[in-house]
């Protein structure tokens, strides 16, 4: 089954908001079983629309159209699923008393106009409303169906996941598909998509063949490149012992380049590792200024293993709070010296440090985007890495934020690996 994702608005097309409904429909379809090759996007007028109705139910079975189900004049998709269905739009009473029960609940006074969302296409079935007042639909056309959702993401999304998912289940069963599709996602860092792409050939060569599972590949910026494993079954258990197969063949080709899963994140990781060793951490941050401790505190515990962080932008501070030597402050050594001052004045069993130069001007002879981290660990181990980061000030901050942590997860992988082998 093929169903494509319309949505509507001219406010998309201009900018001035993003469709977050369409990647969150596109995933949401995948795991239910169908299949979307398509996405469109068109402005408030009643004849593209009806062309993008058109279009799409030329190319598949079905369309989710997301928006222009409110109550004013330039919200007119159901006049468009209507002209498509050939069908007249009717007053449906029932629409028009629950509106009239959330504004009256609210205490608020109803507009003439919001009996427009009460219009129905005839033949078309509702889809009640319980988080706002524009009902969704369901619209048969001929053999094929229209999905009317709010544009709203939250009230979309409860109305898909009640409504629309039930519905393209039964269809999906009336064609003989009664299994189900379950994906895992692979986060890694510090690898390039091209590098990753050659190390995982074997693997998708191997699957193009077989047919089932699938790899695809996501770049997301800063937060690394996310390898995307699904699997097809007839039920639940098949699906996940497929996804533990591939994962732990993707595990060998990618090594430490993996940090997580699904919706692990890369500081996510770094508490996991401190907590298997019963570690906790103590940061300098200086071309970052607190970046680092911000993103880590974002995890529910982090008081366990978190000390804190001391901010040493300034030179003198460099030397006073935490003993870094005369010298480049924009350098190995200095990292090194930042991350022992910060393990000792904060009490805590490992020290991270940042030093760099952000940009846009260079600075102690450095060219802007090269970051030094520092590592101290608990046996008085230290060392430092260099790194060079593009883009602007910001880019190179929140890289190196990422980046430093992947380097302490890495070496406290890997001590802890060595010291149990």
């Not at 994906?183 to 860092?189: A, D, M, Q, Y």
Request: glycine share 12%; net charge negative.
């Amino acid at each position: 089954m093929r169903v494509e994702v319309l949505a509507v608005g001219t406010e998309l097309l201009l900018g001035q908001i993003a469709n977050t409904n369409g990647a969150w429909l596109g995933e949401q379809l995948a795991l239910v079983g169908v299949d979307s090759h398509f996405q469109q996007v068109v402005g408030d007028n009643q004849g593209r629309i009806v062309l993008a109705l058109r279009t799409a139910l030329a190319r598949g079975d079905g369309v989710v159209v997301t928006g222009g189900l409110g109550p004013t004049h330039d919200d007119i998709t159901r006049e468009a699923i209507a002209e498509v269905m050939g069908a007249e739009l009717r007053f449906d009473p029932e629409v028009w008393a629950r509106i009239e029960a959330i504004f009256a609940a609210r205490g608020r006074a109803l507009p003439e106009s919001n009996r427009r969302q009460a219009m129905v296409p005839e033949g078309a079935r509702v889809i009640e409303q319980r988080l706002g007042t524009a009902p969704g639909l369901i619209c048969p056309v001929g053999l094929k169906v229209v999905y009317a959702l709010p544009g709203v993401p939250y009230e979309l999304q409860e109305m898909f996941e009640r409504a629309v998912v039930p519905d393209l289940r039964e269809r999906l069963a009336a064609e003989g598909f009664h299994g189900v599709i379950r994906s895992r996602v692979l986060r890694t860092w510090g690898i390039s998509e091209s590098a990753l792409a050659e190390r995982v050939a074997p693997r998708i060569e191997a699957l193009d063949a077989a047919g089932n599972p699938t790899i695809a590949f996501q770049a997301s910026g800063i937060e690394g490149i996310k390898v995307r494993v699904t699997a097809k079954a007839a039920s639940d258990a098949e699906a996940l012992a497929l996804l533990d197969q591939e994962e732990a063949a993707l595990r060998d080709l990618l090594g430490d380049a993996v940090f997580g899963l699904d919706g692990c994140t890369m500081e996510q990781a770094v508490a996991e590792e401190l907590g298997r060793r019963g570690l906790c951490l103590g940061l300098a941050e200086s071309v970052t200024g607190g970046l680092v401790a911000s993103r880590l505190v974002a995890v529910p515990g982090a008081s366990q293993w978190f000390r804190g962080s001391l901010v040493t932008y300034a030179t003198e501070t460099k030397v006073r709070l935490l003993g870094v030597p005369p010298g480049p402050v924009v350098s190995a050594e200095a990292a090194e010296a930042m991350a022992v001052g910060a393990r000792r004045a904060l009490g805590a069993d490992v020290g991270l440090a940042l030093t760099g130069v952000a940009g846009p001007e260079g600075a102690e002879d450095q060219p802007p985007g090269t970051v030094f981290v520092g590592l101290a660990l608990p046996d008085g181990q230290t060392s430092a890495t260099r790194l060079r980061l593009p883009g602007d000030r910001d880019r190179v901050r929140q890289l190196s934020v990422i980046s430093a942590l992947d380097y302490l997860r890495r070496r406290l992988r890997q001590d802890r690996v060595g010291s149990s082998a």
